[in-house]
């Protein structure tokens, strides 16, 4: 499978715990991208990356959140001290950059349960 | 940064008929407006999408429109089936960012 790879799909921790959420993205595709998704609700824009350089970063996204790229080929999402309000789908997405926008290729995600 | 806003949030429709899907956004930087169709359990996947310099794009039973001046695009399927049957969340792209309306779910009744 050549497509966005997410890993783990499901992680149950307690509050107050870290977690680690990594993404293999397309391998030529240099933008990758990190969304929240909630129930019933769309992508949550967290932080995008091209290549290594992270470009942007919510505003809504707070200081427990920290995202790498290091390579410039897979990424990690970290969440310190998790609380109940990070339960959430975390959505990867990669795109190659042709011109104004691109399609986004999402991975199935890394659904977080926090207790 | 850009605001995206989606209506309706739930449509029903019998199979065969048209359903169609509004949204606006803020930003009049915006340059591109993709289509997602989620279905339960899985992945968004693009089905349709537009640039700004074009106001009309159709593929078989789907397509989009876009009116920049008024910043607003839409999507319209024509035909339904029940496999269309899904969440779908429009996008609008400036440089740097995509951001993604709440989703519509539309169910096609048989």
């Known amino acids: 499978d050549t497509g966005v790879s997410q890993d783990p799909r499901h992680k149950i921790t307690k509050r107050g715990q870290n977690v680690t959420f990594r993404c293999d993205p397309i391998?030529?595709?240099?933008?990758l991208y990190w969304y929240r998704q909630t129930l019933g609700q769309g992508p949550e824009f967290l932080t995008y990356f091209q290549n290594e350089a992270q470009l942007e970063k919510s505003r809504l996204l707070s200081d427990r959140f920290s995202a790498e790229r290091p390579k410039g080929s897979f990424s990690t999402l970290e969440i310190q001290r998790t609380e109940q309000g990070d339960s959430a789908m975390y959505l990867c997405?990669?795109?190659?950059?042709?011109?104004?926008?691109?399609?986004?290729?999402f991975g199935e995600g890394s659904r977080l349960t926090v207790l | 940064g850009e605001n995206v806003e989606q209506h309706p949030s739930t449509l029903s429709v019998q199979e065969g008929d048209s359903a169609v899907i509004k949204c606006t956004y803020s930003?009049?930087?915006?340059?591109?407006f993709p289509w997602y169709k989620q279905e339960l359990g899985k992945r968004p996947q693009l089905i349709i999408d537009i640039r700004s310099n074009v106001g009309e794009k159709k593929d078989q039973r789907i397509a989009v429109t876009l009116n920049k001046t008024a910043k607003h695009f839409s999507l319209h399927i024509t035909e339904t089936q029940p496999e269309d049957s899904a969440v779908y969340f429009c996008a609008a792209h400036i440089p740097n960012d995509m951001r993604f309306g709440a989703g519509t779910r539309l169910t096609v009744k048989p």
């Open positions: 930003d009049s930087a915006s340059n591109y």
């Open positions: 997405a990669s795109s190659l950059v042709e011109g104004p926008g691109g399609e986004l290729f």
């Open positions: 391998s030529e595709h240099n933008r």
